[in-house]
Nanobody, 120 residues
Framework: QVQLVESGGGLVQAGGSLRLSCAASGTFFRINTMGWYRQPPGKQRELVAYITSGGNTNYADSVTGRFTISRDNAKNTMYLQMNSLKPEDTAVYYC??????????????WGQGTQVTVSS
């Protein structure tokens, strides 16, 4: 099992910044790709950004240039620095991790989600 613990969500005004973190814990051999997803009110969940174990990143067009994803492999922790926040960034943000467990089987894990609200 792998648990993903998120922190950093909250309420900010438009133009502000927020930093989310996601720490993976449990019994596993390696975490491969980690990513952030979000689900705005009344909409489907969408990919925000992901980062591979080697540090390669990818971003949704809506956040490119404003958000930065990073990770600390030694701590199995991922971060999302969100700058120049807009009201349309309001959503529940979810942490996702692709992990190889000690039995050499690979599974996909999700965090509980954290609310980010951007006021105008």
């Amino acid at each position: 099992q792998v648990q993903l613990v998120e922190s950093g969500g909250g309420l900010v005004q438009a133009g502000g910044s927020l930093r989310l973190s996601c720490a993976a814990s449990g019994t596993f051999f390696r975490i491969n790709t980690m990513g952030w997803y979000r689900q705005p009110p009344g909409k489907q969940r969408e990919l925000v950004a992901y980062i591979t174990s080697g540090g390669n990143t990818n971003y949704a067009d809506s956040v490119t240039g404003r958000f930065t994803i990073s990770r600390d492999n030694a701590k199995n922790t991922m971060y999302l620095q969100m700058n120049s926040l807009k009201p349309e960034d309001t959503a529940v943000y979810y942490c996702n991790a692709d992990a190889l467990i000690l039995t050499m089987r690979q599974y996909d894990y999700w965090g509980q989600g954290t609310q980010v609200t951007v006021s105008s």
